[in-house]
């Protein structure tokens, strides 16, 4: 009787343990320092050798979010939309992103004539600071710019 009991309970302490594949790259996989929320602080647009500093912006905010596969970006006014300088900008899509070669994929916008696009950008870490430099060109729109755009990491 006591050597049945041992048995059950030996068999219930074994069925109850996990072990992680040994395949499993997502454990192991560092993550990317593209990954987190990334606050814009600073954005200059060069359009035909003329350079505007575009953000920061008074009363203007805007964040970037990236996962492992996918960016998004949301610009808003502070003042809840109220007001003339109400403004609200949104889009995302899929990246690449290797080395410091960062593609994105633009597949939502609320600028809909720049849906479906790809914008190649370098990028550059200084500690909690993403560079992202590189050119936006739409010929159908007679967009063509080189943009620098600086990024704090945020907690």
């Known amino acids: 009787m006591k050597l049945t009991r041992l048995l059950l309970l030996a068999g219930i302490a074994l069925a109850s343990c996990t072990q992680k594949p040994a395949g499993d790259a997502a454990a ?4 990317s320092p593209m990954v987190g929320t990334w606050k814009l602080v600073s954005a200059i647009t060069v359009t035909k050798g003329d350079t505007v500093k575009d953000y920061p912006v008074a009363n203007q905010e805007m964040l970037k979010i990236l996962n492992d596969t996918h960016f998004a970006f949301m610009r808003h006014d502070l003042s809840k939309g109220k007001g003339k300088d109400a ?3 949104a889009g995302g899509g899929t990246y690449d992103f290797k080395d410091n070669k960062y593609t994105e994929h633009l597949a939502y916008l609320n600028y809909r004539d720049w849906e479906g696009k790809d914008f190649d950008f370098t990028v550059e870490f200084k500690g909690d600071t993403l ?9 159908s729109l007679n967009i063509n710019h080189e943009i620098t755009e ?3 990491k945020l907690k």
């Open 131 to 139: 560079i992202q430099k590189g050119i936006e060109k739409i010929d």
């Open 28 to 31: 192991t996989k560092t993550a």
């Open 87 to 89: 403004t609200y900008t």
């Open 150 to 152: 600086t990024y704090v």
